[in-house]
């Protein structure tokens, strides 16, 4: 006698799983350092966005609106680096399951990445907390930030050996100048300039690697 009420219930397991949608996201390849669409909009629980990873060496890693190019603190997700030759015929992915329907904030978190824009959301709001706002937030990150970011964060990240070198060496370079016209008694210098000095000891450094 239980035989019908069961049967509804499959029927309605059935049709939940089979309303599902599997978003595809293209991350990089061709198009560039972007992520392709750069939002689904309408996701629902049980959606699945399938990142699929193209050259050259990208991530799919969760931030926050305010935050754009940082990986959330605690609980977010992260693809890890999925680094994929010119000529592959076999990509990498990554799927990630929506379990509500609050926006979902995604970076590249490969260098300068994300600064150049490389962002992605879910849900995005179409007023407030937009997606064009999350990527303007993304573009005006500074590189310093970034760098500060990512060693704060504990992340390994291929390709920024350079970026540590010249901020460590600028500041090298604006500590020396201090105390050397400190021993002077010219007083402290201007703003104008230490960063005079440190963008040289960037570049300086950027050279040597």
Known sequence: MFTKPLTVLSALVVAQFASAAVHEVTVGGSAGLVFTPNQVTGAVEGDVIHFIFHAKNHTATQSSFDKPCQQIPKGGFNSGFQPVDDGATNFPTYDLAINGTDPVWVYCAQATHCQSGMVFAVNAPTDGKTFDRFMANAIGTSSMSMSMAVTDSGMSMPGTSAVSSATTSAAAVASTAT?????????????????????????GAAIAV
């Open 179 to 203: 105390k050397n016209a400190a021993g002077r008694g010219v007083g402290s210098l201007s703003w104008g300039t230490l960063s005079g000095l440190v963008l040289g000891g960037m570049a």
